[in-house]
């Protein structure tokens, strides 16, 4: 891939580039769908769910912070891929590392769900 010329800020432009990252890593990681169905089924919950807008806002929060982790860990991954294809233990502690982004984030979702649900059925909230 040839490195374009920096022709300033164009939020069409960065938006293309951000939505092609976005299918791309949708295509291509199986987590990913997971993570987009968590966010579907979440947000179907929160629509029929009755509770205050706040918690609705901070779940719904929550449920982007997979997505975001998987985000980031497919970044590492595809670094680590273009640099070496050889088994290196560096190489590994970055994907690994990449993966420990992604299950803290899916057990503060499950930890804040948890919470929620705690407050809105045993304190009257």
């Known amino acids: ?10 939020l069409w432009r960065n938006l293309k580039y951000s939505l092609a990252g976005l299918i ?3 295509r291509n ?9 968590l966010l579907i089924v979440g947000s179907a919950i929160l629509i029929v ?8 806002a901070v779940l719904f929060i929550s449920l982007l912070l997979p997505i ?4 980031i860990n497919s970044a590492i991954e595809r670094v ?3 640099v070496t294809t050889d088994y290196h233990e560096l190489a590994k502690a ?8 992604v299950l ?13 649900a705690y407050l809105l059925c045993f304190s009257g909230a």
């Open 1 to 10: 891939m040839k490195r374009e010329k920096s022709q300033g800020f164009s």
């Open 24 to 26: 791309e890593v949708t």
């Open 29 to 37: 990681e199986a987590p990913m769908k997971a993570e987009l169905l």
């Open 49 to 56: 769910w009755d509770m205050p807008f706040v918690y609705r």
């Open 68 to 71: 975001l982790a998987e985000l």
């Open 80 to 82: 680590v891929d273009l």
């Open 94 to 101: 970055a994907k690994d590392a990449g993966s420990a982004i």
């Open 104 to 116: 803290i984030a899916l057990v503060i979702t499950g930890l804040v769900w948890l919470s929620a």
